[in-house]
């Protein structure tokens, strides 16, 4: 239980298109959901906090205009990565709060889509 | 703020052998503390977590324990095997911080040859 589900998993675009990222909850409702993007170096870094129904926080230094993110729902939220350049191929994750009754016990847990790869020629 | 340490890798081992994977980690609050590891092509999973201060997580033969006195969640396996070859990261999640979001170290790739 509890699975984020995230399509597409590759996407190869030209530079300037812009490319679309889903994020679903399969099982459970996510009034959250974080996004992240992983570096050549396998480092993770969080870009923002999607929230439903308003606005998504950025982090520091994450472009607002170039990451669009929108929760319309409690099972989804997508990262639109818009005019896309070469320096933006990487690879994004998702990532819901698991709610308490599917924890395995204790703390805030997080559960993770499985990635896409993005790939901008 | 929060911050987590992780050692570099790559860290190459043959099967069998021993594994520790050092992470220490600083947090103003009283943070709970994770362990994902990647495989390759794949996200992130859970492997082990714990809560407070001398838990330990345990799972798929991986342990850590939670040092609150040396603020550190070393991953340890007493014998590898070569599936366990994946990238592995650890993370904590500041109890105060009620965004529940999570403080990556950078990630160490375990290899493992046979």
């Known amino acids: 239980g509890a699975v984020v589900s995230q399509h597409p998993s590759r996407v190869i675009c030209k530079s300037g298109t812009s490319v679309k990222i889903e994020c679903r909850s399969l099982d459970f409702q996510a009034t959250t959901m974080f996004w992240y993007r992983q570096f050549p170096k396998q480092s993770l870094m969080l870009m923002a906090t999607?929230?439903?129904?308003?606005?998504?926080?950025?982090e520091q230094g994450v472009e607002k205009d170039k990451f669009l993110i929108n929760h319309a729902s409690l099972t989804l939220s997508t990262l639109t990565v818009t005019s896309a350049h070469p320096e933006d191929s990487s690879f994004y994750i998702c990532?819901?709060?698991?709610?308490?009754?599917?924890?395995?016990?204790?703390?805030?847990?997080?559960?993770f889509g499985a990635g896409s790869r993005l790939t901008v020629l | 703020g929060n911050s987590v340490t992780q050692m570099e890798g790559p860290v190459t081992l043959s099967e069998e052998a021993f594994l520790t994977i050092n992470c220490t980690y600083t947090a103003t609050g009283y943070p709970s503390l994770f362990w994902y590891v990647q495989y390759p092509g794949e996200g992130l999973q859970l492997l082990l977590k714990?809560?407070?201060?001398?838990d330990k997580g345990s799972n798929k033969g991986f342990e850590a324990t939670y040092r609150k006195e040396t603020t550190s969640f070393h991953l340890e396996k007493g014998s590898v095997q070569v599936s366990d070859s994946a990238v592995y990261f650890c993370a904590l999640s500041d109890r105060n911080n009620a965004g529940n979001m999570l403080t990556f170290g950078g990630g160490t790739r375990l290899m493992v040859k046979p």
């Open positions: 714990a809560t407070k201060a001398d």
């Open positions: 999607s929230n439903e129904g308003s606005k998504a926080t950025y």
């Open positions: 990532s819901a709060r698991v709610p308490r009754d599917r924890e395995f016990s204790g703390a805030n847990v997080l559960t």
